[in-house]
T-cell receptor, first 115, second 113 residues
Framework: AQSVTQPDIHITVSEGASLELRCNYS??????LFWYVQSPGQGLQLLLKYFSGDTLVQGIKGFEAEFKRSQSSFNLRKPSVHWSDAAEYFC?????????????FGTGTRLTIIP | DVKVTQSSRYLVKRTGEKVFLECVQDMDHENMFWYRQDPGLGLRLIYF???????EKGDIPEGYSVSREKKERFSLILESASTNQTSMYLC????????????FGPGTRLTVT
């Protein structure tokens, strides 16, 4: 069965500092990988996704993530955070199987930005 | 843009009431999903549907049922609401054919008193 671990429940970062959110997955074959962001009181918005090819993927709002198969990781990064990045971030994994579109989500990392 | 709408943003119900949460998507997606979101637990799949009148249980289906009579609409039903069903409920949709990104509605925060 597939699973996702986000080891950091809460991270606090100063505005302008760099950010890395960790995500480790468990899946026996090639996975689809996603990062979503949830602003307070809102639904989830897709930041970026990895299916295949270049292991460094660019997303919206200046985010990027790197797929490392050897480490089963898909960490999210941003070089300089803005106050508006304060939100909860979810990593998700899905199987590379036609007709099986279920995703498994991590428990989320809440990001706080301090001035 | 894909739009997924949910009938209510906030809902307060009493224990034992029958509760309907409605979700509508406008992109002709085959797959629709219901999740509940609780602090520290992330998103957990309750039910999903891959076609009209078709459904499958997710990870936590107990106490819930679903209905999909039309392709664009997916309803979550709490037959007899209990306080432990107080949660944020999120609906999502995606087209068939691989794990495409899921498009989420804004969520319904349900409080059962």
């Amino acid at each position: 069965a597939q699973s996702v671990t986000q080891p950091d429940i809460h991270i606090t970062v100063s505005e302008g500092a760099s950010l890395e959110l960790r995500c480790n997955y468990s899946y026996g074959a090639t996975p689809y990988l996603f990062w979503y962001v949830q602003s307070p009181g809102q639904g989830l918005q897709l930041l970026l996704k990895y299916f295949s090819g270049d292991t460094l993927v660019q997303g919206i709002k200046g985010f990027e993530a790197e797929f490392k198969r050897s480490q089963s990781s898909f960490n999210l990064r941003k070089p300089s955070v803005h106050w508006s990045d304060a939100a909860e971030y979810f990593c998700a994994v899905g199987p590379y199987i036609f007709g099986n579109e279920k995703l498994t989500f991590g428990t989320g990392t809440r990001l706080t930005i301090i001035p | 843009d894909v739009k997924v709408t949910q009938s209510s943003r906030y809902l307060v119900k009493r224990t034992g009431e029958k509760v309907f949460l409605e979700c509508v998507q406008d992109m002709d997606h085959e797959n629709m999903f219901w999740y509940r979101q609780d602090p520290g637990l992330g998103l957990r799949l309750i039910y999903f549907s891959y076609d009209v009148k078709m459904k499958e249980k997710g990870d936590i289906p107990e106490g819930y049922s679903v209905s999909r009579e039309k392709k664009e609409r997916f309803s979550l039903i709490l037959e007899s609401a209990s306080t432990n069903q107080t949660s944020m409920y999120l609906c999502a949709s995606t087209p068939v054919g691989g794990a495409y990104e899921q498009y989420f509605g804004p969520g319904t925060r349900l409080t059962v008193t």
